[in-house]
């Protein structure tokens, strides 16, 4: 095993990993900006070193100073957590020729499903089904509008580098490809570096629907049931559970072995997310993530393993220490992602925290990097933190998430907790009858 493992990142997720890594007897080093010198993961961290200024370009994605850090610490693994430099094969790959084990899959299957052309195909070759659509990469106006016509109305074009609900349009006539491509293609260009777009039926009432995994690399290969993420704003997270009201066991086992089965046969190794769309009895895949995702604590509730464990263990060598039918779904989750963020203008609330009450009791969890005296610096994503609440079942689940969101005190900054209150107060939330529409539709942000 491990003895000393580097974190990658900040917030709550860097945060997670520490706690994991010490309840394996691992020691941890933390790496931060100037603007990060007092987070919790910092103070916590058995060992902390400074990579530079604020902007992540500087810091969180520099990648010689990261590796310089676990060189000078003598980390023998580096867990990359989420976002920053978490799917970027290249980092993998440099982190192992310096003989550090990286925590993730192969930079091989990274790279593969980072390119969300390339995930398709690899998708469809095992078997799992897709979203109608291009057969990859459109390369001219004309192919597009040959495609639009064969697909239909609505399409979306979305950038094969793409990530975090960046880098999509939505066509609803030939009129509108030409220039919803053109504007794909430009906003791609900025945000990844590469304008390769591709087009796929915009399905008009889906529910995002996710598998998580757990393959060693080895042979072994588990799945830990769905995730239910369909409450969004503009195309990202807002609130998560698990398992989703929408599917029966037998759909449930149907699509956990579809994919399991082509998780084993491309080998994959540590924690990775197969997102789909779901609609009338369908999946659709959209992408892959190779990484722990934000919302991993849902499963981990309802199944009892603790993934960043497991992640850790197989980095280390290990095999996958259980078997499908190890894992019991118990009860219900679902977690609330707190931002800083005024809940009607989404504008950010970076500031100090005056007073902090974080909820407790039986069947609640806080993965929070925030403390009473804490200031959330203004330069990073505003998740502040994860609420996270089990239950036996789901109706359990929803009065003691109402609960503890009554009980939760973040003091100094405007937050999304009224938000999330009247998310879970609405019927539609309640009855488990929503799609990847509502939450913007119910805002009044969409006809
Ligand atoms: P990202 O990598 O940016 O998260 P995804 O491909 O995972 O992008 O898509 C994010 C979200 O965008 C989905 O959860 C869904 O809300 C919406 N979306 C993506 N593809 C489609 C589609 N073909 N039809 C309808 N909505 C889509």
Not at 18 to 23: F, G, K, L, S, V
Not at 282 to 308: A, K, W
Not at 427 to 445: A, T
Request: aromatic share 6%.
């Amino acid at each position: 095993m491990f003895e000393k493992v580097l974190i990658a990142n900040r917030g709550e997720i860097a945060l997670r990993i520490h706690r994991a890594c010490q309840e394996m007897g691992i020691h941890t080093v933390a790496v931060h900006s100037t603007a990060d010198a007092d987070a919790m993961h910092v103070r916590l961290a058995d060992e902390a070193v400074c990579i530079g200024p604020p902007a992540p370009k500087d810091s969180y994605l520099n990648k010689a100073a990261i590796l310089s850090a676990a060189v000078i610490t003598g980390a023998d693994a580096i867990h990359p957590g989420v976002g920053f430099l978490s799917e970027n094969a290249a980092f993998a790959e440099m982190v192992e020729e310096h003989g550090i084990a990286f925590i993730g899959p192969s930079s091989e299957h990274i790279r593969m499903m980072g390119d969300k052309i390339q995930a398709k195909d690899a998708a469809r070759a095992l078997g799992i089904p897709c979203v109608p659509g291009s057969d990859g990469a459109v390369t001219s106006d004309e192919e597009a509008l040959r495609i639009a016509e064969e697909v239909g109305f609505p399409l979306i074009i979305k950038a094969a580098a793409g990530g975090g609900g960046r880098g999509m349009k939505v066509a609803f006539s030939m009129e509108e490809v030409k220039t919803a491509l053109s504007l794909c293609r430009t906003e791609a260009k900025a945000a990844f570096g590469d304008d390769a777009v591709y087009i796929e039926r915009y399905l008009a009432h889906p529910r995002h629907i996710e598998v998580q995994i757990l393959g060693d690399g080895q042979g072994g290969c588990i799945h830990l049931g769905e995730r239910d993420c369909s409450i969004q704003r503009r195309h990202q997270k807002v609130v998560e559970e698990a398992p989703s009201p929408a599917l029966n066991p037998e759909q449930r086992e149907r699509i956990g072995e579809t994919v399991t089965r082509a998780m084993k046969e491309m080998g994959y190794r540590s924690a990775g997310t197969i997102e789909f769309l779901y609609e009338n009895g369908e999946f659709y895949f959209i992408e892959m993530n190779t990484r722990i995702q934000v919302e991993h604590p849902i499963s981990e509730m309802i199944c009892g393993v603790d993934l960043v464990r497991e992640q850790i263990r197989i980095a280390a060598g290990a095999t996958l220490d259980m078997e499908q039918s190890d894992i019991q779904f118990q009860g219900h989750s679902i977690e609330c992602r707190i931002t800083a963020e005024d809940p009607e203008s989404f504008m950010p609330t970076p500031g100090r925290i005056t007073d902090y009450h974080a909820p407790g009791g039986l069947g609640v969890r806080v993965d929070s990097q925030l403390y009473s005296g804490y200031s959330v610096p203004p330069f990073y994503d505003s998740l502040v933190s994860k609420l996270i609440v089990h239950g036996s079942n789901r109706n359990e689940c929803l009065m003691r998430l109402r609960r503890s969101l009554a009980e939760y005190v973040i003091g100094g900054i405007k937050t999304t907790i009224p938000l999330h209150q009247k998310i879970i107060g609405e019927k539609r939330f309640i009855d488990g009858d929503y799609d990847i529409h509502w939450l913007e539709r119910w805002m009044g942000l969409k006809d």
